[in-house]
């Protein structure tokens, strides 16, 4: 009787640790987000439309890398963003060259010898009028531009761009006393992760 008890304690901690690692592992597949270059995300929804979210970034930008630290880590975000949108990652004042309907973006003025401090802004960065960064930009499922969201945000203050765009609610959104009230009655419902 001893030895069946043993046994199966052995066999239900052994149980526990196996799940326990199972879910760890897709835990950890859940923190990155899957991102794209911009044409990639083009491609992409030419066959399975979905709407783009631009991070649009600068190597030297302090808030950027709080951006990527915290809330691009979050689990809930990443989830989200990969489940609803083609994620973007585009240095505004990079050297990529892109083409986009039908034109060719570059950085004419781009100074390799400033690749980690200020340097010239993208042409697609003037084309989305991107001024400050970070900016994140959305697009709709043909690329077409909806709105920027500027500045840092938290896990949860992203969250409710996030579902705006996803959602189509931001069609119902017309006048600033509907943008209050839908920021008013909006349930939020990602994890502040503490770091």
Known sequence: ??????????T????????????????????EINWLTFEEAIAAQKKNPKKIMMD???????????????TFKNADVVKYINKNYYAVKFNAE?????????????????????ANQRNSSHQLAGFYRVNAYPTILFLDEKANYLAPVKGYKTPQQLELY?????????????????W??????????FKQEIN
């Open 94 to 114: 990079g050297n990529e060259t892109i083409n986009f309907k039908g034109k060719k973006y570059t950085n004419p003025s781009y100074n390799p010898a400033k």
């Open 56 to 70: 649009a970034y600068t190597s030297w930008c302090g808030p950027c890398k709080l951006l990527d630290k915290k």
């Open 12 to 31: 239900l901690t052994a149980f526990a640790f196996t799940t326990e690692s199972s879910a760890d592992k897709g835990q950890a597949e859940a923190t």
């Open 1 to 10: 009787m001893k030895r069946i008890l043993l046994i199966t304690i052995i």
């Open 162 to 178: 996030l579902k705006l765009f996803a959602t189509n609610d931001y069609k119902k959104v017309a006048t600033a006393e509907a």
């Open 180 to 189: 209050t009230q839908y920021q008013k009655e909006f349930k939020y419902t």
